[in-house]
């Protein structure tokens, strides 16, 4: 039965249009089905019924809002397992110019679903260590100075079920970064203040407004874009 279930999954996955609507939605933002049309390069009706394969199978979720009708990942698993999924496509050779440059900004800085993802997300986990804001002698941990220091900055940490912080494994530098609701209320508050934008693809740009408050997180961004 766990193979039939495998197989399955897997078979959910195993349509290119599917696999392209994931990948898009793991910027963690909702889509429109005409959105996810337009990344899948399908139509709008065809993309609909890639959408409903995809809410049975417990990938995705439709939220409504209004008239409006929206679909998102339904699940931080889902988005872990997708995550580590396009780790093996995201590792074939680099063809032309463009694609590099793609792969260059992916790696440097790039949503994780909710969270940070690549050099800067590992340097942030590194940094907020090493600052003291967060421990990991027994499991990772906020600390006291971690909670002033991001009541300090502005960042709300919003209630819930999911953990405040827990490791996450990053395909591009093989080290974790952070994930959880530390992390994501980082990337919320970081894009709302002006400190990061998405740059689309999932790429995220790191603004010159972000040194300071990084460096207060433990990050040196000058000298982490340096060669």
């Excluded at 349509?15 to 049309?37: F, H, I, K, N, Q």
């Excluded at 032309?96 to 050099?119: M, N, Q």
């Excluded at 590194?126 to 990991?136: E, P, S, T, V, Y």
Aim: charged share 25%; with cysteine.
């Amino acid at each position: 039965m766990e193979t039939i279930a495998l197989a399955e999954v897997a078979a959910v996955l195993a349509d290119p249009s599917r696999a392209s609507m994931c990948l898009a939605l793991l910027d963690g933002r909702a889509w429109t089905v005409t959105e996810l049309a337009g990344a899948a390069g399908v139509a709008a009706s065809t993309a609909s019924e890639h959408v409903t394969k995809l809410a049975e199978a417990g990938f995705v979720v439709r939220v409504k809002q209004g008239r409006h009708s929206y679909v998102r990942i339904a699940d931080p698993r889902v988005a872990e397992l997708i995550e580590h999924l396009a780790q093996h496509a995201e590792h074939r050779p680099v063809k032309g110019l463009r694609s590099s440059v793609r792969v260059k900004r992916l790696e440097f800085a790039r949503t994780c679903y909710d969270h940070l993802a690549g050099t800067v997300g590992v340097a942030l986990r590194d940094g907020m260590l090493a600052a003291g804001l967060i421990d990991d002698a027994g499991g990772l941990t906020l600390t006291g100075r971690g909670r002033e220091v991001l009541d300090a900055l502005g960042v709300e940490i919003d209630d819930g079920r999911r953990p405040m912080l827990r490791d996450c494994l990053d395909w591009t530098v093989r080290r974790d970064h952070l994930a959880g609701r530390v992390p994501a209320a980082l990337l919320s508050h970081g894009v709302g203040a002006g400190w990061l934008s998405r740059e689309g693809n999932r790429a995220v740009k790191v603004l010159p407004a972000a040194e300071k408050p990084f460096a207060v997180l433990g990050v040196d961004l000058v000298a982490l874009r340096s060669p």
